[in-house]
């Protein structure tokens, strides 16, 4: 924008509610012609639409980045500070908040405009006191005029919510504290209005014009409130003085507290400020805070943010060279990298940019791609991606973006369907194409597309501001408070097949089976009348669900054996009962879910019938081996010593180790034995087992039996088939052992296997062949030489002292055996056939 020296400079200066913005427009208007830049989309579009009262659409502008209103012979026009077209010339020129020029993130476009903006006949910068001293020494010849503040603002002290008088704005700096705040405010207040600087204006006008016109009192914002929104607020409480500033969590200034607080009050009515009470030490003013409030005594700016406002666009190179160049004056500093500077530096590495970027023209355009706001806040790097992919479609062919990509953008968030967040991140996505559509030469028929972006963004808008209303205007409190004076259980109640519990058509909870819990967004006054109405109406459906559990067959239900978990019965993926400790290994009691014991006590006692002969039937499918050697362990008929065997054998879930049982193994007399391998019972050099407990199926009930007896979860399973395991350290060595694997040298060996390789062992030691690690068998498994050596040495052979053909040779030591070993003569070295010391049980 060219610059007039000698056309009169004036700085208006002052705290919130001075009147400063109404000036300039008067000033404006005043004037031929004329354009103020604003900090906000929202605040140029309040001013917009008041001018256009005054001077007549046709001859009234906005522009922001994506809103473009520009009549062929508007001659004042309202902007956002980004979007002020430097191109033009304007007998009046306004720049507000140009405090912000301090600020990091944007500072530097405001500084631009302080130095370098200037209209024909008049220029006016509005902004705090705290910008005087640096106006004094960027701006010498400017004239400064204080605005005092029309009413007092005091100190109200800390309220809580359900005390705030009417009127009230509470502020919050995040999206989630604005949800909760207005959640809370439904519930004790009948609802408020939501503003926030995402919303789009005609999301955000709806939600205004309902608290202006008084269908809601309160007011829950972020602190965009602060940028000169005016509205009927009496009062603004704090719901917290912390905020992100984009890169960490800090505490309000003084001066950023008083641009919020100052909204409170208008023209001679007074206004308060205070905090919310029980938000904890984070919402607490101090006195030195408060004082320097109430008196509008502020600590004066010392440096602005700035960045070259005219770079040279002849090469990329020399673009980003002059953007990042320190300032010459002691009052500006370096502006942090934006980002659009940081897209263009990414995008200066990309070797097809570079060779498309040359020239002022093809520069000045990726500059301008690069200029694209990161609206749905992806952070620079991907941000990055989009404008490059952008950048290439302005950069070749007709250097327009084709038409049907644009509108298959477009047409992707063209729905209404999802919650507020869903809504609010499909509006932030619209308003980049929004953006890029007003981009006049960057589409074949931009108009069209503007239009396009423009109905889409209002539909979505139309259905984000029903979402708010929905939520946050009394919806589900005037539900539940409508009838009582019935009491709570008179409400009507009805559960949907996800299991969603609505009243009156508001969701209160969730049924999962036979348990209700309350929403997670119910607030704990509310818990209570939604509980009882759910208990008072859910009766009958809860009944209907124990009616149809004791119909179901068996495959709707399962084991509960996941890792982790408490071993339990499932019933269409419901948890039902957990297994306990009962008299025996094999007869666990069975704990009822807590929500089933909310039935009566007859209908438990017929659910826990159901439930007990389910299990039966699973121990007769799996376990039936187990509950044979159970049976045999109680029969008077069987030797004394055989039914010691069998018991241990029984509550150890039908395996040991030969270790345990060798004592009651050395009482047993043949027919005892017979008796035992007649059941299947194999009496390994390792373990006592039977092989029908392996099974996948046993195995996991087994598990579940144990740990139900110890009270304990669920230990890791191995995975069915595995015959060879390294399990995880603690719970997975524990689930391996007890799931019938033998530990060598880490590596976790299933007994069975283990007894068929002791076989192997003997009969080939026996016929005088080698049996080394490197026998096929061995390789197949993938057992190692340590864990192989383990395994000879546990199973009784030991490494003989004369290599055979170069390779380890095992002799059987008898250990552990009735039968004497051969002593081996002293010095005597086994070559080729292996001494055979015992006999392989």
Known sequence: MASFARSPLTAVLGPTNTGKTHLAVERMCAHSSGMIGFPLRLLAR???????GIKGKDQVALITGEEKILPDKARWFLCTAESMPVDRDFAFV???????????????VFTDRLLRARGREETMILGSDTLRPLVRALLPDAEIIDRPRFSTLSYAGSKKLSRLPKRSAVVAFSVEEVYAVAEMLRRFRGGSAVVMGALSPHTRNRQVAMFQAGEVDYLVATDAIGMGLNMDVAHVAFASLNKFDGRRVRRLSVTEMAQIAGRAGRHQRDGTFGSLAGEGSEAAFTDEEIERIENHRFSKLDFLYWREGEPPMESVDGLVAALEEKPSRPELRPAPEAVDLAVLKRLADEADVIGRARGRAQVQRLWA?????????????????????????????????????????????????GDIDTLSARIAAARTWSYIAHRSDWLQHPAEMAERTRVLEEKLSDALHERLTQRFVDRRTAVLLREIGHGAGHLPVDVDESGSVHVDGESIGQLNGFRFSVAPDARHADRKMLLAAAERRLGGILAQRADELLTAPDKDFALVAEEGFEPGIRWKNVHVATLKAGLSLLEPRIGLDAGILTLPAERQQVISAKLFAWLERQKARHLG?????????????????????????????????RMALDDALGHLDRPSRALLRKTGIVIGSLDVFHPGLLKPGAVRLRLALLAARQGQSMAQAPHPGAVLLVPAKGAGELGARLSGFRPFAGQYLRIDIAERLARLAHDKIGKGEAFTPEDPQIISLGLNEEAFGQFMRGVGFRPARQPFKGEANWAFRGRRRSVKAKPVPEGHHFSGLAQLLGRHG
């Open 46 to 52: 309040e001013v917009y639409d008041r001018v256009v």
């Open 94 to 108: 306004g720049v507000d908040e140009a405090q912000l020029g301090a600020d990091a993130e944007r500072g530097h």
């Open 369 to 417: 791609a690069c200029g694209l706001p990161d609206f749905q806040k992806l952070g620079a790097e991907d941000h990055a991606r989009l404008v490059l992919r952008i950048w290439r479609h302005l950069s070749e062919g007709n250097g327009h973006i084709p038409q049907d990509w644009f509108a298959q953008q477009v047409a992707r968030l063209d729905s209404v369907q």
């Open 625 to 657: 081996p187990l509950l044979a050697i159970d049976g045999q362990s109680r029969k008077a008929d069987i030797p004394p010593t055989l039914r010691a065997v069998l018991a241990q054998l029984a509550d150890a879930g039908g395996l040991l180790p």
